[in-house]
């Protein structure tokens, strides 16, 4: 970070502040101090909440870089498990790094058998997001060793432990749904592999992986890995902040992420695509969601960030077909997907307010191509962006500037009165 400009507010300057690339940002740390006035940002539409090497998005290029790599050159050359490795660490891993960190992360996967019995405490019809926000929370109940933020090495182990945990709380979450037996961890597939076994294999079988479907779906997880400070990122890193242990602050990402407008939107985009069912029925979908009386919106469109293409969604667009052919499914609701895009692309509405299909657009249809019910999508987003989750945590609790975050308010209630005792009002 260098700051050689700076801005004057009131009678002070303040310095201008420059990442390797990006906007430049106002550091208005003295502001209060100076001014006895505060910034007021709703959203955080213009504030810039940490300093962070991590993820880097450009949204008007739609460009998405984790540690410097494009997220489609990730996506294509990369594995899952390699890009935690840069995310947690800062660069991709030689093959004997890359060996250890897999090694490590495999030998993590089963949980404390007292978990078991944990999830039978849950409503069969449970929602997973609800399970997972349980469940990893509960995390720090058995993992004591793993709990001190203040011991570098065991961050790193809670680090580990939940990344490895994730597909097999995950997949337990699916199971216990459907009434089948839990399954261990396999230690010699791959991190997706192994996921993929334990959500769809039975005890009484060999499960038999299908090596296109465990690409792709090692491809969404890359895909998810990491957004910069979103909304889940950003209640980690503020749950974090007061020095609360990596499993507590976890949870509190799921729970964020579970919400509709973030994470949950993959779900709401597919059960979008099957309401709209036929592509004659887009024009009435499209009317709605530009109609400022109804609050329906596209689900799957527009983005924070990104006011062009997101690029996640053109790898996913790509995923879709390839997923198609290998299983020689298809499925009508991509049809509606695709029309969708192109008529919403071509309107007026979407082009001047520069909404795309995003990440969640696509990733529904794929995911139930493979087997996924719909209920099951955020918990995988959530599986995957645990890796973000923890690098993010990490950056933040080694910076030497974190304090705990406390942000303050435009004040509009009452002003100071009297109490008036009951009988009296
Ligand atoms: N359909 C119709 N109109 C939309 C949509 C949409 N999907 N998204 C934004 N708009 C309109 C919105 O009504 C507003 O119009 P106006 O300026 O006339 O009031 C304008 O575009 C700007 O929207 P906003 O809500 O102020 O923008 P935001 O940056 O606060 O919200 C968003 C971003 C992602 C929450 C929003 O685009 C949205 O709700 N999209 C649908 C949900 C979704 O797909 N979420 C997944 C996001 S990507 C994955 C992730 O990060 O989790």
Request: proline share 6%; aromatic share 12%; glycine share 8%.
């Amino acid at each position: 970070m260098t700051g050689t400009n700076s801005i004057n507010i009131g009678d002070r300057d303040y310095p201008v502040l420059s990442g390797s690339v990006g906007p430049d940002v106002v550091d208005i740390r003295k502001l209060y101090a100076n001014t006895g006035k505060f910034t007021y940002d709703p959203g955080f539409t213009s504030t810039a909440s940490c300093e962070s090497g991590l993820t880097y998005i450009d949204g008007d290029e739609g460009i998405l870089l984790h540690r410097g790599y494009p997220i489609g050159q990730l996506a294509e050359h990369s594995s899952f498990m390699e890009v935690a490795y840069l995310l947690l660490n800062g660069e991709l891993p030689d093959k004997a790094e890359f060996d250890k960190f897999n090694y490590t992360i495999t030998r993590h996967t089963m949980l404390h058998e007292q978990l078991a019995t944990f999830y039978r405490g849950f409503r069969r019809d449970a929602h997973p997001m609800a399970i997972m926000c349980g469940v990893v929370g509960a995390l720090s109940a058995f993992y004591h060793d793993s709990t001190d933020i203040t011991d570098p090495r065991q961050r790193m182990i809670a680090s580990h432990r939940l990344i490895a945990k994730m597909p097999t709380i995950a997949a337990m979450a699916y199971k216990y749904s459907v009434g089948q037996p839990f399954l261990y961890p396999k230690n010699d597939l791959s991190y997706t592999g192994n996921f993929l076994r334990m959500t769809f294999g039975v005890p009484a079988e060999e499960y038999e992986i299908h090596p296109a479907v465990e690409r792709a779906l090692d491809r969404i997880f890359i895909l998810h890995a990491d957004h910069e400070q979103n909304a889940s990122t950003s209640t980690v890193r503020l749950a974090g902040s007061s020095g609360a242990n990596p499993f507590a602050c976890i949870a509190a990402g799921i729970a964020c992420l579970w919400g509709p407008a973030h994470g949950g939107a993959n779900e709401a985009a597919l059960n979008m695509l099957h309401e709209i069912g036929r592509p004659e029925r887009i024009p009435e979908y499209i009317a709605r969601a530009k109609d400022k009386n109804d609050p329906f919106r596209l689900m799957g469109f527009g983005h924070r960030v990104y006011k062009n293409y997101d690029p996640r969604a053109t790898v996913m667009q790509k995923t879709v077909r390839e997923v198609f052919d290998a299983l020689k499914v298809s499925d009508p609701v991509f049809e509606v997907a695709l029309q969708l895009e192109e008529m919403a692309l071509k309107d007026d509405y979407f082009v001047e307010k520069k909404l795309f299909p995003n990440v969640d657009f696509y990733s529904g249809v794929i995911l139930s191509a493979i087997g996924f019910p719909t209920t099951m999508f955020t918990a995988l987003f959530a599986l995957a962006r645990t890796v973000g989750w923890v690098a993010q945590w990490n950056e933040m609790i080694s910076d030497p500037d974190q304090k705990i975050g406390r942000p303050r308010q435009l004040y509009t209630g009452p002003t100071q009165r009297d109490y008036i005792p009951v009988e009296q009002r």
